[in-house]
């Protein structure tokens, strides 16, 4: 399966501080994406990034993509409490987008 | 845009009834999914539409479980006969263009089915 796995599960960070979150996959990818996701809530895309590139920036996230690896990470710089919600990686191999488990980010102020 | 509607946002029913959930997604976005999500086993894709027809149905679970989509602006996921093991989040989501290229999801606030 080329489903992302996220780690760690969970994170808890003092407001200020940045949150790193990781996310590993299987197989080969188009690209790979990111999504928040605040409880009771639905996904919310957060940034793309193509297998050919290596990194990209948005405000305040940064994401990384090592293919060689097969993995991405998620930078958010900065943190705060508004920040808190779940965090999930999502890979593209052909039309289908396959997510991770996620990783619970708490923000505490 | 009023982003992608879903209904009803929570519905509790019994075993053996039958469930219907409705999805409007975005006004132009071509695809349409439907994911399921429990804490065990996350998200789950079921079945996604290109233009109104079905691409892919393989995560599916089971023959209760089917979904149509009669227009541009119109899905439904049925389950009939429901049974406890479908309690779940069930998400509607929308794109503009194919996810290989640069597409992204627009998702709906869920519906949250009990089957009791």
């Known amino acids: 399966s080329q489903q992302g796995e996220e780690d760690p599960q969970a994170l808890s960070i003092q407001e200020g501080e940045n949150a790193t979150m990781n996310c590993s996959y299987k197989t080969s990818i188009n690209n790979l994406q990111w999504y928040r996701q605040n409880s009771g809530r639905g996904l919310v895309h957060l940034i793309l990034?193509?297998?050919?590139?290596r990194e990209k920036h948005s405000g305040r996230l940064r994401v990384t993509l090592d293919t060689s690896k097969k993995s991405s990470s998620l930078l958010i710089t900065a943190s705060r409490a508004a920040d808190t919600a779940s965090y999930f990686c999502?890979?593209?191999?052909?039309?289908?987008?396959?997510f991770g488990k996620g990783t619970k980010l708490t923000v505490n102020p | 845009d009023a982003g992608v509607i879903q209904s009803p946002r929570h519905e509790v029913t019994e075993m053996g009834q039958e469930v219907t959930l409705r999805c409007k997604p975005i006004?132009?976005?071509?695809?349409l999914f439907w994911y399921r999500q429990t804490m065990m086993r996350g998200l789950e894709l079921l079945i996604y539409f290109n233009n109104n027809v079905p691409i892919d149905d393989s995560g599916m679970p089971e023959d209760r479980f089917s979904a149509k989509m009669p227009n541009a602006s119109f899905s439904t996921l049925k389950i009939q006969p429901s049974e406890p093991r479908d309690s779940a989040v069930y998400f509607c989501?929308?794109?503009?263009?194919?996810?290989?290229?640069?597409?992204?999801?627009?998702f709906g606030e869920g519906s949250r089915l009990t089957v009791l």
């Open positions: 990034i193509r297998s050919n590139e």
């Open positions: 989501a929308s794109s503009l263009s194919g996810l290989a290229g640069s597409g992204e999801l627009f």
């Open positions: 006004s132009g976005h071509d695809y």
């Open positions: 999502a890979t593209v191999g052909s039309e289908k987008l396959v």
